[in-house]
């Protein structure tokens, strides 16, 4: 091997292994959460019942093959990582909270966020089509969920 | 300029392609099948006694239990393999070997009737490491239901 190849190749390697780092590092930065996207991430549900909602979630999780690394049932918490490492193809952290509506004797918010976007870029984290559809799709499968349980 | 080419080639792919990013829930197909397919009724139970026979089988199965929560009805666990095996254990080292390095997510959750419904979700979806989970949870309630006789 000629050593301006070796030399070359090297320089390659920094600049795609920096490359690499500055999308992992992009995701970790705080981005402050506005109201649109907490509606986004927010669901009310008329119940007396949080362990109905909690229990319904990781019913959820186990159908999207994630492994729930905490939980805590009362507040009502679930947070979960999916077990294929290395992929980051999708969300790496999902966590899920159930808390009492103010005012509500039997209402409950589920909030789903998203720990490290299943994006490249943080400042994307309220425009990804995908994401949108990650959010809509985990509460219809959790509206499913709940009206098959409360089936007779 | 050949020389360049390669490193060239790979710097621009690194620092321009996007990782394909994919939702989970797309490749969900028959949910209510596959759940069927899961879970194992256990008679005559709660979930808390269902939690501990849970526990005991994925330890059989040589997993670490990274959570526990028994009012919830949930235990997941990662499945590793020993090299010095232990004595006496119900697993059969084939069957740890079936799981191994599966990452193990099983909920408990009581239905009408004294029954429970346990639900075991392996991340690489096996039905021999399905089969495996079930027959020894059946091992591990037939055996507690013989010592208690």
Not at chain 1, 40 to 68: F, H, W
Not at chain 1, 100 to 114: D, E, F, K, M, N
Not at chain 1, 124 to 147: A, C, G, I, N
Not at chain 2, 119 to 130: G, I, N, Q, S
């Amino acid at each position: 091997m000629r050593p301006t190849t070796s030399i070359l190749g090297l320089a390659a390697w920094f600049v795609v292994s920096a490359c690499m780092y500055a999308n992992v590092a992009s995701g970790a930065e705080f981005i402050p959460v506005d109201g649109a996207a907490e509606q986004l991430q927010s669901r009310r549900y008329e119940t007396g019942d949080p362990k109905q909602l909690l229990q319904a979630s990781l019913a959820i999780l186990q159908d999207i093959r994630y492994l729930v690394s905490e939980s805590e049932s009362e507040p009502g918490l679930l947070v979960a990582q999916p077990s294929w490492a290395g992929c980051r193809c999708t969300p790496q952290q999902l966590t899920i909270s159930i808390a009492p509506v103010a005012g509500q004797t039997a209402g409950y918010q589920v909030r789903l966020s998203i720990g490290e976007a299943a994006t490249n870029s943080s400042t994307d984290l309220q425009s990804s089509p995908v994401e949108t559809d990650f959010y809509q799709d985990f509460f219809t499968h959790l509206d499913r969920e709940l009206f098959r349980e409360n089936q007779p | 300029m050949r020389a360049l080419l390669a490193p060239g080639l790979v710097l621009l792919t690194a620092c321009t392609s996007q990782p394909v990013v994919t939702n989970p829930f797309a490749k969900l197909a028959d949910v209510a099948a596959q759940r069927q397919l899961e879970t194992t009724i256990l008679r005559d139970m709660d979930a808390e006694s269902a939690c501990v026979h849970v526990t005991g089988v994925l330890m059989d199965l040589e997993c670490s239990i990274s959570e526990l929560n028994s009012d919830l009805g949930l235990v997941s666990a990662t499945s590793t393999l020993r090299v010095i095996e232990p004595v006496n254990f119900i697993a059969a080292s084939r069957w740890r070997q079936t799981c191994l390095g599966n990452a193990i997510t099983v909920s408990v959750k009581e239905t009408s009737g004294d029954s429970v419904a346990v639900r075991a979700t392996f991340d690489h979806p096996d039905p021999d490491a399905e089969q495996t989970f079930r027959t020894l949870l059946r091992r591990s309630v037939t055996r507690q239901m013989e010592e208690a006789q």
